[in-house]
């Protein structure tokens, strides 16, 4: 057998133990007594969440590592998977609006303090996207001191800055990006990154609707946290707010002239 063989052992490996499915498959423990059978869809839908939230975690990473070499076109179709994944974390929201409130309620109790807004992994990619505002900082400080995932990702420059420096390194600027004659690579990054946004705002509006379909506008989330009206305000966060400062420009009194000279 040679020592460089990667496939010693393959031919033991079926779906169930590369998936290690018996382990996954007993990780869901409803609290409930006697077991609500809506309980097994919560616990589901946010342990899948927090599976594709460690699939984006590294998606980021990979989008930065090519933002920080300079590589356009590889960062294209990185943001272009990221973009994916964040559809699909959004779209399994809409298997909780089956959830009717009333028979959360028969549940909830026994969630005890847990909240989403605990969620490590989400966090991590707020802050790795580029949240730096003080409404997110003062959220994190009030669940004590942030774990290392959010301080690591908090420490390094916002993929903002990074798609900056890119168009520094190419002699570009976001309003050449947008009047040249043809897309180019980092014009495309740009429309991904600014899709990444939108995608990511549409998880938290969907997220606010569900809140507020199953306990009401107005009720406080568990945990303490302030529930629908919290989860309202970021809303409007923005990862990239020059990517969205750009667009005004071409319908103001400041509007870039295009490369033939028409404004």
């Known amino acids: 057998m040679s020592p460089h063989d990667t496939t010693a052992g393959a031919d033991s490996i079926d779906y169930g133990s590369y998936l290690a499915l018996d382990e996954l498959l007993r990780l869901q423990h409803p609290r409930s007594s006697p077991v609500h059978p809506d ?24 989008l930065v590592g090519a933002l920080e070499r300079g590589e356009t076109m590889y960062a294209v179709l990185s943001v272009r998977r990221l973009n994916v994944l964040t559809r699909i974390v959004s779209g399994q929201l809409s298997a ?15 969630l005890g303090s847990s909240s989403g807004s605990q969620s ?14 003080p409404h997110f900082i003062k959220a994190l400080e009030e669940h004590g001191e942030p774990p290392a995932a959010v301080r690591r990702a908090l ?46 705002a549409l998880w938290r509006f969907l997220h606010v609707q569900l809140v507020e379909r199953i306990i009401g506008p107005g009720t406080g989330g568990t945990g303490g946290t302030l529930g629908a009206r919290y989860l309202a305000r970021t809303v409007s966060q923005r990862f990239f707010p020059k990517l969205w400062e750009v667009r005004g420009k071409f319908f103001g009194g400041d509007r870039p002239t295009a490369v033939d000279g028409s404004r």
Do not use: M, N
């Open 96 to 110: 909780l609006d089956t959830l009717p409130p009333q028979h959360f309620a028969q549940f909830r109790g026994y």
């Open 120 to 133: 490590v992994q989400f966090r991590a990619i707020e802050a790795a996207s580029g949240l730096r505002d």
């Open 155 to 200: 420490e390094r420059p916002t993929l903002q800055e990074l798609f900056d420096r890119l168009l520094a390194r190419e002699g570009a600027t976001l309003e050449a990006l947008y009047t040249g004659p043809a897309p180019t690579p980092l014009f495309l990054l740009a429309e991904g990154l600014l899709e990444y946004e939108q995608q990511f």
């Open 39 to 62: 309980e097994l869809l919560f616990i589901v839908v946010h342990q899948s969440s927090e599976l594709w939230f460690k699939v984006i975690l590294q998606e980021i990473d990979a």
